[in-house]
C-alpha cells in the first residue's frame, strides 16, 4: 500500500517556541492532504485540509495563524505549530491519498507526539 | 449533533470469540462511505475496511467484516475469532459527499480488549 511519512515522530519545545511538523507522501502524488490532531484518548480531530499550491482550508474553530500550513509539492505538506503552548501538546497525524484514483483508502502517517513545556 | 456515534466506549472479548463493534452515523447525502480504522499504542492508524453507501453487500476484509444497515444507519464492525493483537482503539468514520470528497469525520472510537 501507499505509504506515508511524518518527521518528528516525537518533538518536545518550550513554550512560545514554534515546531514545524512534515508529512510526505513517499510513493505518489498528492494534491490533497488533511492534518488531524487527536488528543489523549480522544477522537481525531481534524483541523484542515492542505491543498498544493493553494490555501489550506481550516476547520471551524481552529486558528489559522497559529497552525501555518504550507502544500508547496505533491508530496509534502508542513504543519507549524507558531508560539506554542501546553494546550498544544497532542498527536498530530496527516493522511493523503493518491491523486491518480484507484482506492478509497486514505493514508495515514505515523504521527507526530508534540509535548510543550 | 454527532455525525458518527460510537456508544461503547470499551469492549471485552476473549481469544478466538467473535466481537461487534457498534457504529450509526447521521447524514443526509446519498453518496458516502465508511472506514474502520485500528489504532494501537503505537498512535499508527490502520486501515480495516470500508463500505461505500451504494454497495449492495456488506464489505469482509479477512477476520473483519461490516454490517452494513442502510435503513438505520449502522455500520457495525464484526471481528471473528480476536486474537490478542487485535487489542487496540478502533475508530468508525464517514466520508460525506462524492469520491473526491475525501475529508473524514470520526467517532469517539472503542477500546477493544482480548484476553486469554
Known amino acids: ?117 | 449533533a454527532q455525525k458518527i456515534t460510537q456508544t461503547q466506549p470499551g469492549m471485552f472479548v476473549q481469544e478466538k470469540e467473535a466481537v461487534t463493534l457498534d457504529c450509526t452515523y447521521d447524514t443526509s447525502d446519498q453518496s458516502y462511505g465508511l472506514f474502520w480504522y485500528k489504532q494501537p499504542s503505537s498512535g499508527e492508524m490502520i486501515f480495516l475496511i470500508y463500505q461505500g453507501s451504494y454497495d449492495e453487500q456488506n464489505a469482509t476484509e479477512g477476520r473483519y467484516s461490516l454490517n452494513f444497515q442502510k435503513a438505520r444507519k449502522s455500520a457495525n464492525l464484526v471481528i471473528s475469532a480476536s486474537q490478542l493483537g487485535d487489542s487496540a482503539m478502533y475508530f468508525c468514520a464517514m466520508r460525506e459527499g462524492d469520491y473526491n470528497t475525501d475529508k473524514l469525520i470520526f467517532g469517539t472510537g472503542t477500546r477493544l480488549q482480548v484476553f486469554p
Open chain 1, 1 to 117: 500500500g501507499a505509504v506515508v511519512s511524518q518527521h518528528p515522530s516525537r518533538v518536545i519545545c518550550k513554550s512560545g517556541t514554534s515546531v514545524k511538523i512534515e508529512c510526505r507522501s513517499l510513493d505518489f502524488q498528492a494534491t490533497t492532504m488533511f492534518w488531524y490532531r487527536q488528543f489523549p484518548k480522544q477522537s481525531l480531530m481534524l483541523m484542515a485540509t492542505s491543498n498544493e499550491g493553494s490555501k489550506a482550508t481550516y476547520e471551524q474553530g481552529v486558528e489559522k495563524d497559529k497552525f501555518l500550513i504550507n502544500h508547496a509539492s505533491l508530496t509534502l505538506s508542513t504543519l507549524t505549530v507558531t508560539s506554542a503552548h501546553p494546550e498544544d501538546s497532542s498527536f498530530y497525524i496527516c493522511s493523503a491519498n493518491p491523486l491518480e484514483r484507484g482506492s478509497y483508502e486514505q493514508y495515514f502517517g505515523p504521527g507526530t507526539r508534540l509535548t510543550v513545556t
